[in-house]
């Protein structure tokens, strides 16, 4: 089950009515993909969500009803296959994580909450395949999940007014590394020293939809080798 919709004067939004799912996500991807193909310099931009891929189309150059029709198509046409959901699509990217109470101030909280120790909870955040879901909230930040349900928490009630660039946060059943110093409201277990995003004339991001993430702890010593500070 799906719709397609308007998304501001300029744009269409395609809804899948279902949960997550990498095996969307991959669904989603080849639309996008089809898409760029298809309307050309017409269209301006496009995102892909958790269920939701948005085309944003210059003004003018959007012909609703013809666009509306190609987008129905595509998605009728796409055979969401459960099958595949565990082959790795896109990059894998390993993210070196230093995991400890000096850069990570809700890590003893988040064990002491689960009844773990810190070597538990570090053994389970690194023990998993992270899928990339979806971009946004600020540049090079990326939903990642899903993390394991031993580790699922809520975000915080009082949001922190700055949290570093580097922190590895937790919130629900997702994870993710703030590429930058900005608010956020995710509990924090550890940092990374690897900059996920370099701004410029031609910005780039470490991670984008589909990828696959693995997070690797390393040592204090390794951190500040890599660039972190304490």
Known sequence: MFEVGPAGEEGLRLVFLQAPHPALTRCLLRIQSAAKRYFGENMADS???????????????????????????Q??????????????????????VLYHPLVAPDLEWLADQNNMSLDQVVALHTGTTYFAYATGFAPGFCYLGDVPAELGTPRLANPRAA????????????????????????????????????????????????????????????????????
């Not at 969500?49 to 012909?63: D, M, N």
């Open 75 to 96: 998605a009728e046409c796409e055979a969401l296959d459960d099958s595949d959901a565990d082959n790795l699509t896109g990059t894998l990217v390993t993210l070196p």
């Open 163 to 230: 949290v570093p660039a580097g922190a590895v946060g937790l919130a629900d059943r997702q994870t993710a590394v703030y590429p930058g110093i900005s608010p956020g409201g995710w509990r924090l277990i550890g940092s990374c020293p690897r900059p996920l995003f370099q701004s410029g004339d031609h910005p780039t991001a470490c991670l984008a939809v589909g990828d696959s993430v693995q997070f690797e702890a390393i040592t204090t010593r390794e951190f500040l080798r890599l660039g972190g500070e304490l």
């Open 47 to 73: 995102v892909v969500g958790y269920t939701t891929l948005t085309l944003l189309f210059h003004p003018l150059q959007l012909e609703r009803d013809r666009a509306c029709a190609w987008l129905t198509e």
